[in-house]
């Protein structure tokens, strides 16, 4: 890992944790978020603070962004548990625009590819079965490709690292008593 992207994906943390926690908690206050740790280019969040959690994440922000766009918002990946729910290891990608109306995202990890819906600047898989297949797969990768296609019909192509991915995929599970 080179220097300078040891300290930008540091630097996303501070940023992360309050817009993950305002986007996927929703009623939950931002400062509830507290970080379990960083483990290779993924960091583990749970919240609330206390005892039991009811939320519990991990998000990734790319290694590379490639597509001919002038700007871009924050782009990461999130895997995200929600005890009261009962949904666990819902994956989602934000992709810093608004992805092309009907468009689908693909992620590619090794020789697999994962189909994934989008509305507005987010993508999900269609189906839990599909998220559990993208987790296994993320577990036992190096590298992801995601792919998308903004509203102004910009490809794009981002690159994740899938170092630390499973010890954070252990934290939250631990976190959030997930066997």
Not at 135 to 142: C, E, H, P, W
Request: net charge positive; charged share 20%.
């Amino acid at each position: 890992m080179n220097g300078a992207m040891k300290i930008s994906v540091n630097a996303l943390v501070p940023v992360l944790v309050p817009l993950l926690a305002v986007f996927h908690a929703g009623q939950a206050a931002a400062q509830d978020s507290s970080l379990i740790d960083n483990f290779g280019k993924w960091s583990a969040f749970a919240e609330p603070a206390g005892k039991k959690k009811t939320l519990c994440y991990m998000a990734s922000a790319p290694e590379k962004e490639e597509g001919k766009y002038e700007s871009r918002g924050n782009t990461y990946m999130l895997v995200t548990h929600r005890t009261k729910d009962k949904t666990f290891g819902v994956v989602s990608i934000k992709a810093g625009y608004t992805y092309q109306d009907g468009s689908e995202v693909t992620v590619t990890i090794g020789g697999h590819t994962f189909p994934m819906f989008t509305d507005g600047g987010y993508a999900w898989a269609a189906e839990a079965k599909t998220d559990k297949a993208l987790v296994r797969a993320m577990r036992a990768g190096a590298k992801m490709t995601v792919k998308g296609v903004s509203s102004r019909g910009t490809m794009t192509t981002d690159i994740y690292s899938l170092t630390g991915f499973t010890a954070a995929h252990n934290a939250i599970n631990k976190a959030c008593g997930v066997k």
